[in-house]
């Protein structure tokens, strides 16, 4: 059953490229040069915009049915810390989505999208590099969320709301350079930016190669304040949770 | 004790009572269903956030402006809402197999889709999507430029409950597979949302494989496009056939009527095979 | 005739062969493969007004799925069932109103909402009379205590609570038939016995019939003067819990409590020594080969004897021997036990 769900996964994916660059087509229809930005480039934009989608998945309720099952006390005993414990789950369930979605799902787009290369090898590189630092941006901030499981008794409300976020700011739906100027002033002062927007537009040869060290930088600002974040709730859980007795 | 036929009277009342009920499940935890509340309407705002964003850039799409796509869209999120709020239990139907609920609706005096079909509503969802569809309806019906005659309005229910049949439809076809013991959810999830997600833009966008499984598999062109092209009256309507305008209750019957076959086909087969693989 | 009438009732389930791999579950959904399981084989019973049966057998003997066909959730694969006239798959909805069911290991009770909640709703579904509704809560507060939990949600109740809860939504709109499949599953020995009062009471206020399955014996033995033992989709036994000690129960052991530690004591032939613990000696022998009194009339001119007593063995040890092939039924009784049996009992208990 699960092998279903991966080949569903593959399909699902191409489907939403597909249907997503239909639409941007129709926009550019009345103007070919929107913003300076040609037809091909936001399709390509789009494209990985969703095939980094699929491997930045994450066991949202993970954390939570530990909580309120109990569970975690125990982990809490086991000699692996916790934290790492589930930082590797969600690692290896994405090198597992690498495989077995992301690669066939690439090699279909690319035949039929037509994607642009990367920029430059450079770039290429790059966008490899700051893809991984997006992960672990996303990572953080989801971590911050499973938290809250510790005080309340569903997180689903909070983990959608984050999703929902996440979606439109991130850039995972729609290149944050069509958004109104205020909107993107405002975004980039979040860490949502640095999740989907900054690796593909290194991809794309978007930033200028001046800014791109000030952009990874940033993402790594991010995941430092983040994880800083998550590691201060992380000790007000444990210690909520000797004081409750588990 | 002697057995008589419900009245029709007698089962809407007894509808009511299980929504009664269920208020008051809902009522249980106020604090957290209005949070999911919250998160369905958010989340449902995130395709409309980014239409909205798109469209004030390039103000119109193929000669669609914001507020005649706004207008499209709420047909998709007012049928859901209603057919949420009828017949959440065709939504959940595989966990009352998987739970055995169903068994247990088996051995009470009443039919077991009335009983499948009454007995959850799901407040939160209904709510969540009514108050897009509410707020995007309301905030577009007087700019489009409809007249809202008798006839328009008639149309309008009429096209709004066609969708809610077409939905449903579309949900108990999953339904009927938990009577063989397969699991379809995910699949279902996948094709229905997905396919509810592209039927938020007019269908004339999408390359003609799109268009056709929109009119012909997964029938929301009838549900969104066609209803609010009879109002609107775009130039690309040309294309399709002029009749699909009034086609959208007769899609729901037809597409029902097919499904209720299926669906006692279904019941017979769990009958005699019990709720097997869970 | 009997209200309730079984004839060679057989259930088989098809289980699906799954296949290996992807190819094999694309292949097994479109040309399903199945393998026939048996889990009733044409069985035959019937049951009086206002009798109180006990359906044993042990797991996966197949008492879920008959009772699962007496209520009408499953059709039988070949067979009938008449229920006082109807047919509880194909007349479901107008039987149902006369049946009531409690499936133990399932609840039917909101689990988000007091109990009295769900009683209002059963009030509706089986349309019972106002008085009728207040008569009978009334009845179940005194014999179970329900008024005590009545305002709690179902999901903080303890299991013999809910039991209890469970039982009376049952029995609310009086059925004439109650099927009871393991209603004293998990529960203690105080909670058993109370319900085992309040089921018995009911059969004899309501003279309603009913049908329950178990696997405590007790619970047979106190409510139940007739039993149906089931195993591997067969009756092997349909007749009174009396009987069954009358001729399985042969077997009786003697505890003796010597003056002194003995090493070794001769026995008569027949008569084996299973056990000794100090001082006492348990001896076992067939009670239609040796007389107690003359055995005893042996030891005691032999031995200094302080203390004696002969034990019957439990019904559940009766049942266990069966269950594990010990007891041959075939032989047992006569060649033809499962039908002359079923036929030849026909006195409501
Ligand atoms: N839905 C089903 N599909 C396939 N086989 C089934 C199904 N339900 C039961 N069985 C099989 O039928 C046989 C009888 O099962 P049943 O549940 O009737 O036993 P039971 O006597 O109630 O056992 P227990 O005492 O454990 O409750 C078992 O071998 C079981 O595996
Ligand atoms: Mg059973």
Redesign the pocket.
Known sequence: MYRVDYFAGVINTLVMIFVNIAIWKAIYEADDNLGGVQLKVVMTYIALAFLMQCIFVMEDYFIESKVTSGLISSDLLKPISFRAYVFSYNVGSSVFRVLMQLLPTLVISIFLFKLLPPFSTEMGILFFFSAVLGYLVLYCLNFIVWMSSFWFYYTFSLVTIKDALVMVLSGALIPLWFLPQWLFNFVKLTPFESIFFTPISIYLGQVPAADIKTAIIKQVAWIVVLALAGHLLWNAAKHKLVLQGG | MEHKKFSKLELLKLSLKYSKLNLKCTLEYKFDRFFTTLAVFVREMVSIAVMYLILTRVISIKGWQMNEMFFLYSFLFLSYCIFIFLFTGIRDFDNMVYTGELDRYLIRPLGLLYQVISARVDYCATIGHGAVGVILFLSTYNSVGIDWNFRNIVYYILALLGGVIIQTSLFMVSSCFSFWAVRTTNLRNLIFFNSRRFAGYPISFYPGIVQKMLIFAVPFAFVSYFPSEYFLHKPDLSVFWHGCLYLTPVVGIIMFTLVYIFWRLGLKSYSS????MY | MSLIEVRDLT?D???NVKKRGLLGAVQSLLVPEYKL?R??DNINFSIEKGEMVGFI????????????MLTGILSPTSGSIMMGGLSPHKDRKKNASRIGAVFGQRTQLWWDLPVADTYDLLRYIYRIPEKKFEQNMEMFNDLLGIQEFMSQPVRQLSLGQRMRADIAAALLHDPEIVFF??PTIGLDVVAKEKIREFIKKINAEKNTTMLF?T?DMLDIEKTCKRMII?DQ?TIIYNGTVEQIKERYGRSRTLVAEFAQKLDRIDLPAGVELIDQKDNKKYLKFNRDEIQVSGLIAELTSKYNILDLTVTEPEVEAIIREIYEGGIDFDKGISGDSKKSLSEQYCVPC
């Open positions: 095979s019990g709720n097997s | 259930k389930y098809r289980l399981k889990a009733v057998g042990p797991n996966g003997a197949g008492k879920s799925t008959t009772v699962k499949d393991e399955t696997h089931i989709g």
